[in-house]
């Protein structure tokens, strides 16, 4: 299962997920400590910010679902 995962927070959810064979495509996150936190465990998986800036079209097609809370 691939996934972008939107208001990720420290992504808690990948960490489980990881042992089932999902993939995270991205993330979209903003606050600076779970965002360093996604880059040290997660450094080929990209950040892609501020969900209401995404440009999405890249993204039609190339995952399963999308996964978020917000607030996280």
Same mark, same amino acid.
């Given at each position: ?16 997920? +990881? ?16 965002? +360093? ?8 998986? @990209? ?10 079209? +890249? ?11 917000? @607030?996280?």
């Amino acid at each position: 299962m691939r996934y972008i995962s939107i208001f990720s927070g420290i992504e808690a959810a990948s960490v489980a997920w +990881e042992s089932l064979g999902w993939e995270p495509v991205a993330f979209a996150e903003i606050e600076p400590f779970p965002c +360093e936190l996604l880059k040290q465990r997660f450094p080929g998986v @990209p950040n892609l910010g501020d969900v209401t800036k995404i440009d999405w079209s +890249e993204y039609r097609g190339a995952v399963d679902i999308i996964v978020g809370g917000s @607030p996280c």
